[in-house]
Protein backbone atom coordinates (compact mmCIF):
# COMPACT_ATOMS: atom_id res chain seq x y z
CA UNK A 1 0.00 0.00 0.00
CA UNK A 2 1.26 3.34 -0.65
CA UNK A 3 1.61 6.07 2.06
CA UNK A 4 -0.18 8.80 1.62
CA UNK A 5 1.79 11.68 1.47
CA UNK A 6 1.61 14.96 3.31
CA UNK A 7 4.61 16.31 3.55
CA UNK A 8 5.38 19.45 1.18
CA UNK A 9 6.59 18.71 -2.12
CA UNK A 10 9.65 20.46 -1.26
CA UNK A 11 10.41 18.36 1.63
CA UNK A 12 12.99 16.72 -0.02
CA UNK A 13 15.71 18.85 -0.32
CA UNK A 14 14.49 21.89 1.75
CA UNK A 15 15.84 22.82 4.90
CA UNK A 16 12.19 24.64 5.98
CA UNK A 17 10.94 21.32 6.99
CA UNK A 18 13.38 20.06 10.40
CA UNK A 19 13.03 16.66 11.96
CA UNK A 20 12.25 18.23 15.61
CA UNK A 21 12.72 14.94 17.15
CA UNK A 22 11.14 11.45 17.17
CA UNK A 23 9.93 8.76 18.98
CA UNK A 24 10.64 5.03 17.73
CA UNK A 25 8.54 3.56 20.50
CA UNK A 26 5.33 5.39 18.50
CA UNK A 27 6.52 5.14 15.15
CA UNK A 28 6.07 8.94 14.82
CA UNK A 29 8.15 12.25 14.23
CA UNK A 30 7.29 15.54 14.95
CA UNK A 31 8.38 18.15 11.20
CA UNK A 32 8.24 21.57 11.96
CA UNK A 33 8.53 24.84 9.26
CA UNK A 34 11.03 26.78 9.62
CA UNK A 35 12.59 29.93 7.96
CA UNK A 36 15.90 30.64 7.97
CA UNK A 37 16.11 33.36 10.65
CA UNK A 38 14.49 30.64 12.54
CA UNK A 39 17.80 28.33 12.26
CA UNK A 40 20.16 31.52 12.92
CA UNK A 41 18.04 32.81 16.40
CA UNK A 42 18.37 29.09 17.67
CA UNK A 43 21.08 28.10 20.36
CA UNK A 44 19.29 25.09 20.85
CA UNK A 45 17.01 23.10 18.30
CA UNK A 46 14.68 22.35 21.06
CA UNK A 47 11.23 23.80 22.72
CA UNK A 48 13.59 26.71 23.24
CA UNK A 49 13.32 27.41 19.74
CA UNK A 50 9.46 27.53 19.31
CA UNK A 51 8.87 30.04 21.75
CA UNK A 52 9.14 33.39 19.82
CA UNK A 53 6.40 32.64 17.26
CA UNK A 54 3.71 30.11 16.23
CA UNK A 55 5.51 27.97 14.44
CA UNK A 56 3.62 24.67 12.13
CA UNK A 57 4.77 21.60 11.12
CA UNK A 58 3.28 17.78 11.32
CA UNK A 59 2.77 14.82 12.83
CA UNK A 60 4.36 11.94 10.60
CA UNK A 61 5.59 8.24 10.59
CA UNK A 62 8.75 6.92 9.22
CA UNK A 63 6.99 5.39 6.49
CA UNK A 64 6.42 9.13 5.50
CA UNK A 65 9.40 10.35 6.09
CA UNK A 66 10.95 7.91 3.57
CA UNK A 67 8.34 8.38 1.19
CA UNK A 68 9.05 11.93 1.00
CA UNK A 69 12.79 12.08 0.89
CA UNK A 70 12.66 11.22 -3.53
CA UNK A 71 16.11 13.13 -3.80
CA UNK A 72 19.37 11.64 -2.93
CA UNK A 73 20.98 13.20 0.48
CA UNK A 74 24.11 15.89 0.21
CA UNK A 75 26.26 14.55 2.41
CA UNK A 76 29.55 15.91 1.37
CA UNK A 77 28.18 19.40 2.41
CA UNK A 78 26.93 17.89 5.94
CA UNK A 79 29.96 19.38 8.51
CA UNK A 80 30.36 18.98 12.13
CA UNK A 81 31.32 21.06 15.18
CA UNK A 82 32.46 18.89 17.74
CA UNK A 83 32.58 19.69 21.11
CA UNK A 84 32.99 18.84 25.14
CA UNK A 85 30.70 21.13 26.20
CA UNK A 86 30.61 24.76 27.43
CA UNK A 87 33.98 25.81 25.62
CA UNK A 88 32.70 28.48 22.81
CA UNK A 89 30.87 26.23 20.46
CA UNK A 90 27.99 28.28 20.43
CA UNK A 91 29.90 31.55 19.96
CA UNK A 92 32.16 29.29 17.28
CA UNK A 93 28.91 28.56 15.11
CA UNK A 94 27.90 31.66 15.42
CA UNK A 95 30.85 33.16 13.65
CA UNK A 96 30.33 30.10 11.03
CA UNK A 97 27.08 31.74 10.25
CA UNK A 98 28.32 34.64 8.71
CA UNK A 99 30.10 33.09 5.83
CA UNK A 100 28.02 33.28 2.93
CA UNK A 101 25.92 30.01 2.17
CA UNK A 102 26.40 28.60 5.57
CA UNK A 103 23.11 27.01 7.40
CA UNK A 104 23.86 26.63 11.38
CA UNK A 105 22.34 23.76 13.20
CA UNK A 106 22.75 23.97 16.85
CA UNK A 107 21.82 20.82 18.90
CA UNK A 108 18.99 19.21 17.18
CA UNK A 109 17.31 16.84 19.76
CA UNK A 110 17.51 13.96 17.05
CA UNK A 111 20.80 13.39 17.48
CA UNK A 112 20.75 13.62 21.03
CA UNK A 113 17.59 10.52 20.77
CA UNK A 114 20.68 8.71 18.40
CA UNK A 115 23.49 9.11 21.21
CA UNK A 116 21.75 8.46 23.98
CA UNK A 117 19.75 4.65 22.39
CA UNK A 118 23.08 3.02 20.57
CA UNK A 119 22.03 -0.39 21.95
CA UNK A 120 18.04 -0.01 20.79
CA UNK A 121 17.73 -1.19 17.52
CA UNK A 122 14.22 0.95 17.12
CA UNK A 123 16.15 4.25 17.64
CA UNK A 124 19.05 3.19 15.16
CA UNK A 125 16.87 2.23 12.74
CA UNK A 126 16.06 5.45 12.05
CA UNK A 127 19.69 7.06 11.54
CA UNK A 128 19.92 7.48 8.26
CA UNK A 129 16.73 9.62 7.61
CA UNK A 130 17.91 11.90 10.45
CA UNK A 131 21.17 11.88 8.93
CA UNK A 132 19.32 12.72 5.22
CA UNK A 133 17.51 15.37 6.85
CA UNK A 134 20.31 17.11 7.99
CA UNK A 135 22.09 17.43 4.68
CA UNK A 136 19.32 19.55 3.43
CA UNK A 137 19.10 23.40 2.95
CA UNK A 138 18.50 26.39 1.69
CA UNK A 139 18.80 27.98 -2.49
CA UNK A 140 22.05 29.45 -0.96
CA UNK A 141 23.53 26.55 1.17
CA UNK A 142 26.62 25.32 0.66
CA UNK A 143 27.51 23.94 3.62
CA UNK A 144 25.26 23.00 6.73
CA UNK A 145 27.42 22.95 10.15
CA UNK A 146 25.94 20.89 12.72
CA UNK A 147 26.79 22.02 16.04
CA UNK A 148 25.77 18.99 18.63
CA UNK A 149 25.26 19.11 22.05
CA UNK A 150 28.57 17.51 23.70
CA UNK A 151 27.05 14.31 24.41
CA UNK A 152 26.30 13.17 20.81
CA UNK A 153 30.43 13.62 20.39
CA UNK A 154 30.42 10.22 21.41
CA UNK A 155 28.92 9.44 18.05
CA UNK A 156 31.25 11.44 16.24
CA UNK A 157 33.00 8.33 14.12
CA UNK A 158 30.40 7.09 13.14
CA UNK A 159 28.46 10.28 12.19
CA UNK A 160 32.08 11.31 10.53
CA UNK A 161 31.50 8.33 7.94
CA UNK A 162 29.87 9.25 5.12
CA UNK A 163 29.61 13.30 5.91
CA UNK A 164 32.27 15.92 5.40
CA UNK A 165 34.37 17.62 7.79
CA UNK A 166 34.86 17.38 11.49
CA UNK A 167 36.25 20.06 14.00
CA UNK A 168 36.39 19.64 17.82
CA UNK A 169 36.63 22.25 19.78
CA UNK A 170 37.73 21.77 23.44
CA UNK A 171 39.50 23.96 26.15
CA UNK A 172 42.46 22.96 28.75
CA UNK A 173 41.20 21.36 31.66
CA UNK A 174 42.13 24.06 33.72
CA UNK A 175 39.68 26.02 32.07
CA UNK A 176 37.00 23.63 32.20
CA UNK A 177 37.22 22.91 35.85
CA UNK A 178 36.77 26.14 36.55
CA UNK A 179 33.68 26.55 34.09
CA UNK A 180 31.95 23.08 35.44
CA UNK A 181 32.76 23.61 38.95
CA UNK A 182 31.38 27.09 39.27
CA UNK A 183 27.37 25.96 39.18
CA UNK A 184 26.21 22.94 40.49
CA UNK A 185 24.10 22.45 37.92
CA UNK A 186 26.71 21.83 35.50
CA UNK A 187 28.41 19.64 37.80
CA UNK A 188 25.92 17.83 37.84
CA UNK A 189 25.23 17.62 34.33
CA UNK A 190 28.46 15.79 33.54
CA UNK A 191 27.69 13.36 36.38
CA UNK A 192 24.15 12.62 35.38
CA UNK A 193 25.67 11.21 32.49
CA UNK A 194 28.84 9.76 33.70
CA UNK A 195 28.83 6.04 32.09
CA UNK A 196 27.62 7.55 28.59
CA UNK A 197 30.83 9.82 28.28
CA UNK A 198 33.21 7.33 29.62
CA UNK A 199 32.18 4.20 27.48
CA UNK A 200 34.53 2.62 25.60
CA UNK A 201 37.35 5.33 26.99
CA UNK A 202 39.23 2.17 29.42
CA UNK A 203 39.17 4.27 31.99
CA UNK A 204 38.25 2.84 35.60
CA UNK A 205 35.06 4.04 36.94
CA UNK A 206 36.40 4.33 40.82
CA UNK A 207 34.66 6.36 43.05
CA UNK A 208 36.46 10.04 42.63
CA UNK A 209 35.67 13.59 44.40
CA UNK A 210 34.65 16.55 41.83
CA UNK A 211 37.86 18.04 40.65
CA UNK A 212 39.06 13.91 39.65
CA UNK A 213 35.92 12.71 38.35
CA UNK A 214 35.48 15.80 35.93
CA UNK A 215 38.95 15.30 34.68
CA UNK A 216 38.14 11.96 33.75
CA UNK A 217 35.24 13.04 32.07
CA UNK A 218 37.39 15.39 30.12
CA UNK A 219 40.29 12.88 29.71
CA UNK A 220 37.69 10.49 28.24
CA UNK A 221 36.41 13.26 25.70
CA UNK A 222 39.94 13.62 24.33
CA UNK A 223 41.18 10.29 24.56
CA UNK A 224 38.19 9.68 21.61
CA UNK A 225 39.21 12.72 19.64
CA UNK A 226 42.53 11.43 19.39
CA UNK A 227 41.62 8.32 18.59
CA UNK A 228 39.51 9.61 15.95
CA UNK A 229 42.52 11.49 14.78
CA UNK A 230 44.65 8.23 14.04
CA UNK A 231 41.82 6.76 12.10
CA UNK A 232 43.15 7.46 8.53
CA UNK A 233 39.73 7.25 7.12
CA UNK A 234 38.95 10.08 9.10
CA UNK A 235 42.13 12.12 10.02
CA UNK A 236 42.30 14.07 6.59
CA UNK A 237 38.85 15.26 7.64
CA UNK A 238 39.67 16.37 11.37
CA UNK A 239 40.57 19.60 12.97
CA UNK A 240 41.50 19.69 16.65
CA UNK A 241 40.78 23.53 17.83
CA UNK A 242 41.68 24.63 21.25
CA UNK A 243 39.20 27.91 21.85
CA UNK A 244 41.43 29.87 23.42
CA UNK A 245 43.21 30.33 19.96
CA UNK A 246 39.87 31.49 18.56
CA UNK A 247 39.67 34.07 21.70
CA UNK A 248 42.87 35.33 21.21
CA UNK A 249 42.51 35.88 17.58
CA UNK A 250 38.97 35.86 16.42
CA UNK A 251 38.88 36.57 12.42
CA UNK A 252 42.26 34.21 11.47
CA UNK A 253 41.19 31.26 13.69
CA UNK A 254 37.40 31.42 12.41
CA UNK A 255 38.84 32.01 8.53
CA UNK A 256 41.12 28.33 9.37
CA UNK A 257 37.86 26.73 10.38
CA UNK A 258 35.37 27.90 7.45
CA UNK A 259 38.89 26.79 5.31
CA UNK A 260 38.80 23.53 7.04
CA UNK A 261 35.04 23.30 5.82
CA UNK A 262 36.15 24.33 2.34
CA UNK A 263 34.24 27.79 2.58
CA UNK A 264 35.58 30.81 1.25
CA UNK A 265 36.06 33.66 3.44
CA UNK A 266 35.19 37.45 2.48
CA UNK A 267 37.66 39.99 2.37
CA UNK A 268 36.14 42.00 5.04
CA UNK A 269 36.24 38.75 7.54
CA UNK A 270 37.33 40.83 10.52
CA UNK A 271 34.84 43.79 10.17
CA UNK A 272 32.11 41.56 9.69
CA UNK A 273 32.56 39.64 12.70
CA UNK A 274 32.99 42.95 14.76
CA UNK A 275 30.13 44.46 13.05
CA UNK A 276 27.93 41.43 14.09
CA UNK A 277 28.60 42.19 18.29
CA UNK A 278 29.36 38.10 18.90
CA UNK A 279 32.06 39.08 20.22
CA UNK A 280 30.45 41.36 22.91
CA UNK A 281 27.36 39.28 23.80
CA UNK A 282 26.79 36.04 25.51
CA UNK A 283 26.26 33.74 22.11
CA UNK A 284 23.31 31.95 23.72
CA UNK A 285 21.56 34.79 24.69
CA UNK A 286 22.37 38.15 22.86
CA UNK A 287 20.58 40.36 24.95
CA UNK A 288 23.28 39.69 27.50
CA UNK A 289 26.21 41.22 27.11
CA UNK A 290 29.51 39.28 27.35
CA UNK A 291 32.95 39.81 26.43
CA UNK A 292 36.35 38.78 26.67
CA UNK A 293 36.64 40.49 29.66
CA UNK A 294 33.74 39.54 31.09
CA UNK A 295 34.47 36.24 30.85
CA UNK A 296 37.83 36.12 32.13
CA UNK A 297 36.44 38.04 35.46
CA UNK A 298 34.09 34.83 36.40
CA UNK A 299 36.83 32.11 35.22
CA UNK A 300 39.17 34.25 37.88
CA UNK A 301 36.33 33.92 40.59
CA UNK A 302 35.69 30.30 39.91
CA UNK A 303 39.29 29.41 39.63
CA UNK A 304 39.32 31.08 43.33
CA UNK A 305 36.51 29.01 44.49
CA UNK A 306 37.46 26.10 43.77
CA UNK A 307 40.85 26.32 43.70
CA UNK A 308 41.39 23.35 45.46
CA UNK A 309 39.02 21.02 43.62
CA UNK A 310 40.74 21.82 40.60
CA UNK A 311 44.57 21.37 41.97
CA UNK A 312 43.09 17.95 42.90
CA UNK A 313 41.96 17.66 39.60
CA UNK A 314 44.70 18.27 37.44
CA UNK A 315 46.95 16.11 39.46
CA UNK A 316 44.65 13.43 39.04
CA UNK A 317 44.94 13.99 34.71
CA UNK A 318 48.63 13.91 35.04
CA UNK A 319 49.15 10.98 36.69
CA UNK A 320 46.09 9.26 34.85
CA UNK A 321 48.37 10.93 31.12
CA UNK A 322 51.48 9.71 32.29
CA UNK A 323 50.14 6.27 33.32
CA UNK A 324 48.35 5.98 30.10
CA UNK A 325 51.47 7.16 28.20
CA UNK A 326 49.74 9.95 26.17
CA UNK A 327 52.36 12.66 26.21
CA UNK A 328 50.07 14.27 23.47
CA UNK A 329 47.69 15.62 26.09
CA UNK A 330 49.89 16.68 28.39
CA UNK A 331 49.75 20.60 26.85
CA UNK A 332 46.40 20.03 27.35
CA UNK A 333 45.91 20.49 31.23
CA UNK A 334 46.78 23.86 31.94
CA UNK A 335 45.67 27.46 30.57
CA UNK A 336 48.41 29.18 28.35
CA UNK A 337 50.30 25.84 27.85
CA UNK A 338 51.22 25.15 24.52
CA UNK A 339 49.73 21.48 22.83
CA UNK A 340 52.20 18.79 21.32
CA UNK A 341 50.23 19.22 18.53
CA UNK A 342 47.09 20.42 16.91
Known amino acids: MTTPRRLPGDFSRSAAYP ?6 AQDRAWVLHFRPEDYRRASFLDQRALHHRDIPGWVVSR ?16 HWLFHIGH ?14 GVLGVREPLPLLTLAGSRGDIATQSWRDIVLHLLTRGFDDTRAVIVKPTSLVTTLAGELLHGSGKGCLLWVDLQTWLATMLREKDLTDAVFDNEDWRLAGS ?13 SRVWLAEQMRWQQLMTDPALAPRLMDLDFASLLADPAAVSARLAAHYGLEVP ?7 EDSGLLTRYAKDDAQQFDAQTRERELAAAADRHASAI ?31 D
Open 87 to 100: CGSTLASRLMDLLP
Open 267 to 273: ADWARRI
Open 202 to 214: GLDRDPLSDGPRL
Open 19 to 24: LFAFDP
Open 311 to 341: AEGLRWAEAAIDRLDLPVLAGRLRRGSRPTS
Open 63 to 78: AELAAGLDLPPAPDRL
